[in-house]
T-cell receptor, first 117, second 111 residues
Framework: ETGVTQSPTHLIKTRGQQVTLRCSSQ?????VSWYQQALGQGPQFIFQ???????GRGNFPPRFSGLQFPNYSSELNVNALELDDSALYLC????????????????FGAGSRLTVL | GDSVTQMEGPVTLSEEAFLTINCTYT??????LFWYVQYPGEGLQLLLK?????DKGSNKGFEATYRKETTSFHLEKGSVQVSDSAVYFC??????????FGAGTRLFVKA
């Protein structure tokens, strides 16, 4: 089975620009979660998509948005980039038959490292 | 709100030493509890999990027991190896959509 793949692996943007990050979930998985990991910190939850709808959101402003497609792949879009958006963005997929269950394991991609200048 | 606190690092040990990384959490209900590990140059991966009180998760010689009364999930290994050098994240999932990650504890194991 293929794992979670993310693209691009690295990118550099300037303040005010927009960025789109892409994620292909692991085969058989139906849920995608996005996390932001600043250097030396733990991952911070951005949002999750289940059945093509946003299922929950962390403490991130509306300029962070996303999509999930029928094949369960996903995009993270960030508008009006700020310097503090520089981080590693992680996508994680899981198989959730019951979205209220907490037992499901996340499978992570290697991440997209965004630098905002 | 839901939160997790884990032992600050870095932790430096000699090979074959005993390892404990403390983790406590605050969460509503009965969360599932996970430890994830990030090896140098690699992505996060599951190390072990426990889904109910008194469960013990184990993998690769690591163990952690779900202690509901103390809301803790401490990670232990009896004899660490150089290959265990990595960053370890305690991660409760309170149910629903969000897994919460601690700040991570970096472990260095010297030969």
């Amino acid at each position: 089975e293929t794992g979670v793949t993310q693209s691009p692996t690295h990118l550099i943007k300037t303040r005010g620009q927009q960025v789109t990050l892409r994620c292909s979930s692991q085969s058989g998985h139906n849920t995608v979660s996005w996390y932001q990991q600043a250097l030396g910190q733990g991952p911070q939850f951005i949002f999750q998509y289940y059945r093509e709808e946003e299922n929950g959101r962390g403490n991130f402003p509306p300029r962070f948005s996303g999509l999930q497609f029928p094949n369960y792949s996903s995009e993270l879009n960030v508008n009006a980039l700020e310097l503090d958006d520089s981080a590693l963005y992680l996508c994680a997929s899981s198989l959730d038959t019951d979205i209220s269950s907490g037992a499901n394991v996340l499978t992570f991609g290697a991440g997209s490292r965004l630098t905002v200048l | 709100g839901d939160s997790v606190t884990q032992m600050e690092g870095p932790v430096t040990l000699s090979e074959e030493a005993f390892l404990t990384i403390n983790c406590t959490y605050t969460a509503t209900g009965y969360p599932s509890l996970f430890w994830y590990v990030q090896y140098p140059g690699e992505g996060l991966q599951l190390l072990l999990k426990a889904t109910k009180a008194d469960d013990k998760g184990s993998n690769k010689g690591f163990e952690a027991t779900y202690r509901k009364e103390t809301t803790s999930f401490h990670l232990e290994k009896g004899s660490v190896q150089v290959s265990d050098s990595a960053v370890y994240f305690c991660a409760p999932r309170p149910g629903g959509f969000k897994t919460i990650f601690g700040a991570g504890t970096r472990l260095f194991v010297k030969a």
